[in-house]
């Protein structure tokens, strides 16, 4: 979210109220918010479960990790070095069964 911290309970409110109080999602939230329940440390799916939100329970809001482009680059090379070294063995046990 844009403004983590505590936000004032307020009954009957379900957690998009306070994400929405706390400034919204923010550009790398994603989507699978989580209720953690501060007694039991239950992690709750909101979507899926009703949710009365108590003093002490938290919103997890996950953030979608950004990766530069050189992350990609790098990670794109392993897998081509990985293929050309497989692919030289290959034509290498060809040519010793000649």
Known sequence: VKNPGKVKIIENRDYSYYISEAGG???YADDEIMIIKNMSREWIDPEVEN???????YIWVPRTPSYSFNHYV????????IV???????LLLIQLGK
């Open 25 to 27: 999602l923010g550009e």
């Open 84 to 90: 050309a070294s497989t692919a030289t063995i290959i």
């Open 74 to 81: 790098y990670s794109i090379g392993g897998y081509l070095s």
């Open 51 to 57: 949710v009365n939100l108590e003093e002490g329970d």
